[in-house]
């Protein structure tokens, strides 16, 4: 037997697979025209060559209903061709036709025989020869529906083939021995036939079910690389493949967007103090609420860390305003099971096209209003404008003479003094930076120091400003202290230390006279990096000075945790200290809680008498601002360290 596919027998109708039956349909339907037209063109060629010889019912009403029935089916096929069906109607259809063949076999065959007899023997051949192929015709036609065109072979060709031999006329013998071997031969053919079609069509089906997983893992696949698995935003490269996409539509358009970056305010400590276990927990919440926010005209991604991408559709109050509303939505409390928290978000924007048409320019000045925005107006939006297009320029200009200068030569420290209240004298000083660029005059150090951090030169130009820093002290009295600004860089690259500790130890000044100055930004951006990096410095012998204390977020929680010697208190709480119980108050209790800790505390910016009185009454001892001393150079700092020794008067004099 010929294989016809595992565990089938030659009749099995092999619909148990959804695509075989599927395939058996579409192609039984495109053949079935062709099969009626077979029955219905030799039945009435039968017919009209035994109209006047055959009973009327036999030679015309008979043909007449058998061929009216086969064009009324192909006038159903022809209105249901273009409809879909379900696997299971397909089935039921296919099963159907198998005994609607069998149905029409035995009826064809029955009027075949039953007209045998009526005619000269023309006609009888005729009779014969449609039977023969008219099966012929019908099996080709059913190739697909292999139980269909077996059971039509058998019911026409065995009666057939029996009936011609059975009348013993030569001719009608040969007949049906040819029509038997003809049939034998053409059920081989049907046989291999429906072999191949079957499976070509299993192999195209697991190919199909291997294209559509391979569909699917590209899919997820390209879902992977596309969306953030923490918050599931698009990510980076979705969000610059967008930006890409927004700029080209806009360009065509004449449309208006804007980039935005958000950056989470605050972030920092929550990862610090609570681990990055609840620093996820609260991104994914943050995530939640951008994707609730986001919509056609707001599309939100993920850029990394606690940093989002916005590209916001419409004018430039529309997007403010959007964004202002993105930055409340963030502000609510994330409330998690062990504890709540709250954050504020800050937002960079830069409007296509007046601020840039290229991907770099939006991103990078939607940045450059971000970092203006957390400096002067944390938590709130700022739109990137030409007050920041000349702070631009001003920063590239600073940025590019910084990179040509000769630091040696070009940089130098002035000196503050630092007064002790109670003794009346100076104790220390304050070593400041000072550029004088040969390209841009003097530049404040407000102004370059940021722009130094940003462009990794800060090592460079802390190393000459604490080698002349310490060159100076060496020719103050031993009694006379120096302070010295570190940037949060310079503790978190340990070659950037190891050369720091290198200087101190070969500047000839003992350590113990020597105070480092740290800000709350290095605890911010690492605190494990800075607080080992603070030890090390401890170890050499040297001070530890917390400035600009009160402007953080976290120094009350950092402040017992480091080696801490000194706490100088910013001097925004000092400005209106003398109109301002409240200030008072605040500084009171910086000044106790010191105390409690064993810390000397220093206040900065006293510049009126009337401060400086306030302070000392407040138990304040150690004061630093313009009424005790402007910065000035090493020459005038020996001048005013030979002159003022420890004269009570000395700061009115100076002043």
Known sequence: MLHSGPSQSIFHRGTSSPALVRSQFAAFSRQLPLLYFILVTNTAAVAYTHWRTAPLWLGVIVPAVMCSFCVLRVLMWLRRQNRYYDDAVLARRLRSTLWLVGLLGVLFTAWGLLLFPYGDAYARCHVAFFMAITVIGCVFCLMHMRSAALLLAGIVIVPDTVFLALTGNTVLVAMAMNIALVSVAMIVILLIYYRDFNDLIVSQSALSLKQRETEALSDENFRLATVDSLTDLPNRRHFFRDLDDFIATRLADDGRFAVGVLDMDGFKQVNDHFGHATGDRVLEEV?????????????????GGDEFGLLVSGERCETVIACDHICRALQAPYILPDTTIRLSCSIGLAQFPDAGQSVSQLFERADFALYFAKAQ???STVMFSEEH????KRVNDIEVALGQANLSHEM????????????????SFEALARWHSPVLGQVSPANFIPVAERSDLIH??????????????TDW?????????LSSLDLTRPEALVNIMAITRASGVAAERIDFEITESVLIQDYDGARAALTQLKALG????????GTGYSSLSYIHRLPLDKIKIDQSFISRIDTEIAGRDI?????????????TCIVEGVETESQAKILQDLGCRYMQGYWFGMPMPQDAVIRLLGETSALADWPNEMT
């Open 477 to 485: 009295p031993e009694d006379i202290r120096v302070s010295f600004n």
């Open 377 to 379: 107006r944390r938590g």
């Open 587 to 599: 500084v009171k209790s910086i000044i106790s809680l010191c105390g409690h800790l064993g810390l």
């Open 389 to 392: 297009e000349t702070e631009i």
């Open 412 to 427: 130098s420290a002035a000196f503050q003094p630092i007064f002790d209240a109670t003794a009346q004298r100076i104790v």
């Open 542 to 549: 040297v001070c530890i000075s917390l400035d600009d204390f």
């Open 460 to 473: 460079q130009l802390t190393a000459v400003l604490l080698t002349k820093t310490l060159a100076a002290a």
């Open 287 to 303: 995530g939640r609420r951008l994707k609730a926010l986001s919509r056609d005209e707001l599309v939100i991604a993920r850029l």
